[in-house]
């Protein structure tokens, strides 16, 4: 994981996301086209193995200046975390011409870096694409349009300099907001079984927002309420988990779980009225990394307790 932490100079994925259903709202109503180019530096985790931590971070910061000196001004980009960009490009021409900004990107992008006397690295880069209205017309499916392109080029050889993938509208259409994939499951099956549960609630409850005027959203009052009742049922159950088996991180991991409970209770008016529909998404973002992370942590210690106990009974 790494410390690289530039909010100062560079925008995060709060700020990005907010620019972007901006930018969406404008392109909508100006009818323009809108880019959005989610960008993956690879072998960054190499350098990081190799170079230590201080060098992957200077190369993340060169890969942010680079970035800013290859858009234009009216442009954005942003640090979505680890190794990953964020581009969006105010009325391209076409798909076209979105590539071939694209293309210019990854050039400037994939030329050595310097990380230090007498050391000068070559990386490659994953840049995918969707565009609006090609793609989608709102903007948190054209994250996810995006997102899942990345997830997919998670299984192409990791020399690739470039991957642009654009995915057909129908395709866009089936796609959830919240998904979790094989590489979420922790390997405990109440667990497991839960989180698959909350991906539904979470989306079903996004759909109610999303569809229901707001002078009328009952029944996503009711689905938030079963959401936060069963947020709450699912951090017990890992609770208990942890303290049967005694995971040494369980106090650091309810506590997360409590930001997450009180951020819920506190945000229900204001985000079933759709005015922070952006803490929705960034209390949702938490919790696919809480779980990608943390509670594939908590997995691998529960499962090894589980083994240790199987073993001394045979």
């Known amino acids: 994981m790494t410390s690289y932490n530039q909010s100062s100079s560079i925008p995060d994925k709060a700020m990005f996301n907010d620019f972007l259903e901006k930018s969406l709202a404008q392109a909508k109503k100006l009818k323009r086209k809108l880019g959005l180019l989610l960008i993956d530096i690879n072998g960054h985790e190499t350098i990081n193995g190799h170079f ?10 060169t ?7 290859a858009i234009r001004q009216s442009d954005m980009v942003a640090y979505f975390g680890d190794d990953t960009f964020a581009v969006i490009l105010i009325d391209p021409v076409n798909m076209a011409s979105v590539v071939l900004e694209s293309e210019w990107i990854r ?6 870096v ?19 209205p090609e ?22 050889e990791q020399d690739i300099s470039a991957n642009f993938k654009e995915l057909p509208h129908e395709y866009v259409d089936i796609l959830t907001w919240m998904g979790l994939s094989e590489n979420h499951c922790v390997g405990i099956p109440d667990v497991d079984e839960q989180h698959k549960k909350l991906e539904m609630l979470i989306n079903g409850l ?20 079963e ?4 947020t709450e049922l699912h951090f017990n159950t890992e609770l208990r988990l942890m303290n049967e088996a005694g995971y040494p991180q369980a106090d650091a991991h309810n506590r ?14 204001r985000i079933i009225e759709g005015n922070e529909l952006h803490a929705f998404y960034f209390l949702m973002d938490w919790l696919v990394a809480h779980i990608a992370n943390d509670d594939k942590q908590m997995g691998v210690f529960l499962q090894s307790k589980i083994k240790s106990v199987q073993g001394g009974s045979a």
Not at 63 to 69: H, I, P, Q, Y
Not at 114 to 132: D, E, F, N, P, T
Not at 256 to 269: I, Q, T, V, Y
């Open 52 to 61: 230590g931590h201080e060098a992957g971070d200077s190369m993340l910061v």
């Open 63 to 69: 890969m942010a200046e680079r970035l800013r000196s």
């Open 107 to 112: 050039e400037s992008l994939t030329a050595p």
């Open 114 to 132: 310097h990380l230090k006397a007498g050391v000068k690295v070559s990386i490659g880069v994953s840049i995918m694409i969707a565009v609006y």
């Open 135 to 156: 793609n989608s017309t709102e903007f948190d499916r054209l994250l996810a349009v995006s997102s899942r392109a990345v997830s997919e080029s998670q299984t192409c």
């Open 206 to 225: 996004h759909e109610a927002i999303k569809n229901t005027p707001k002078n009328d959203r009952q029944h996503a009052g009711a689905l938030y309420d």
């Open 227 to 230: 959401l936060t009742a069963f």
């Open 256 to 269: 997360a779980h409590k930001f997450l409970l009180d951020e819920l209770r506190n945000l229900k008016k």
